[in-house]
């Protein structure tokens, strides 16, 4: 059965402290990935779509990997506004999304 | 270019009470989704309409749940009787089929249901 596991459920950054947040999954035939955002009280934000190992992808601070077994988040020198739960997704049968459990980011100013 | 919208925001009821939502997604996206999303999980889904037929409805509890795309457009998603474990936010989703950010799937704000 397909499973997303993301890490760590919650990190606590100061601003400017760059980290990655780490998303490994199980799937018979990767389809593709996605990286969504969401903030308290709003659904989530489409951020990237990954297809196939070493394909990596960038938006202002953010730089989303892929490997054949897991995604990372790279965020470089993040602000207090990238805080937010960063959910990672695969696709799943008719372009179903399967999601992990998110890692809540708080960057401390 | 407006983006999907769902009402109502928030909703309490009493267990074994029923309750709807409804789902306008992004003009001309064919594809349209309904996910639970209970506090501190990812969301999972419920069930997705292509049009107005039903693509996947293999988690959704039939016995309570149960939606609705009538005219390929608007869709409601209703439980009848619910359970306190329904406390969650439902989730629409919607996507286009083909051009650029197909498959992409675009989401409301979500309904925030309590059951007491």
């Known amino acids: 059965e397909d499973q997303v596991t993301q890490s760590p459920e919650a990190l606590r950054l100061q601003e400017g402290e760059s980290s990655s947040l780490n998303c490994s999954y199980t799937v018979s035939g990767l389809r593709g990935l996605f990286w969504y955002r969401q903030d308290p009280g709003k659904g989530p934000e489409f951020l990237f779509t990954?297809?196939?190992a070493g394909e990596e992808k960038e938006k202002e601070r953010l730089k989303a990997t892929l490997t054949k077994k897991e995604s990372f988040l790279h965020i470089t020198a993040p602000k207090p506004e990238d805080s937010a739960t960063y959910l990672c997704?695969?696709?799943?049968?008719?372009?179903?999304?399967?999601f992990g459990q998110g890692t809540r980011l708080t960057i401390n100013p | 270019e407006a983006g999907v919208a769902q009402s109502p925001r928030y909703k309490i009821i009493e267990k074994r009470q029923s309750v709807a939502f409804w789902c306008n997604p992004i003009?001309?996206?064919?594809?349209l989704y309904w996910y639970q999303q209970i506090l501190g999980q990812g969301p999972k889904l419920l069930i997705q309409?292509?049009?107005?037929?039903?693509?996947?409805d293999s988690q959704l509890p039939k016995d309570r749940f149960s939606a609705e795309r009538l005219k390929g457009v608007d869709s409601t998603l209703k439980i009848q009787p619910a359970k306190l474990e329904d406390s969650a936010v439902y989730l629409c989703?919607?996507?286009?089929?083909?051009?650029?950010?197909?498959?992409?799937?675009?989401f409301g704000a979500g309904t925030r249901l309590s059951v007491l």
């Open positions: 990954l297809y196939s």
């Open positions: 309409f292509q049009n107005n037929g039903v693509v996947d």
């Open positions: 997704a695969l696709i799943q049968g008719a372009q179903k999304l399967v």
């Open positions: 003009s001309g996206h064919a594809t």
């Open positions: 989703a919607s996507s286009s089929i083909a051009g650029e950010g197909a498959g992409i799937q675009y």
